[in-house]
Nanobody, 124 residues
Framework: QVQLVESGGGLVQAGDSLRLSCAAS????????MGWFRQAPGKEREIVAA????????YYADSVKGRFIISRDNAKNMVYLRMNSLEPEDTADYYC?????????????????WGQGTQVRVSS
């Protein structure tokens, strides 16, 4: 079992930056592929970024590529999402997730554990 707790969300203006954090506890964190998803009101939950267990490989959705950076610190059981040049379209609840898969996956169905989410609101 893995417990995930997100933090770092908030209300910001367009162009601002935020860093989301996800603290993991439970089973060996470094064994998991980690992902960040988001869900805007009335929309499906979608992948934002994912990172391999070693941190050596990453994936980004096209909508955030070049603006967001995912990273992890296995020694601290933490995964981060640095969000730069935020846009109103980035407004959503952001979720951290962990997957048993051995390589990066981007489907919700491939993730086994989820956090409760943190709100990000970007005003224009």
């Amino acid at each position: 079992q893995v417990q995930l707790v997100e933090s770092g969300g908030g209300l910001v203006q367009a162009g601002d930056s935020l860093r989301l954090s996800c603290a993991a506890s439970g089973r060996t964190f470094s064994n998991y592929v980690m992902g960040w998803f988001r869900q805007a009101p009335g929309k499906e939950r979608e992948i934002v970024a994912a990172i391999s267990w070693s941190g050596g490989r990453t994936y980004y959705a096209d909508s955030v590529k070049g603006r967001f950076i995912i990273s992890r610190d296995n020694a601290k059981n933490m995964v981060y999402l640095r969000m730069n040049s935020l846009e109103p379209e980035d407004t959503a609840d952001y979720y951290c997730a962990a997957s048993w898969k051995t390589s990066i996956v981007i489907s919700r169905a491939d993730y086994n554990y989820w956090g409760q989410g943190t709100q990000v609101r970007v005003s224009s």
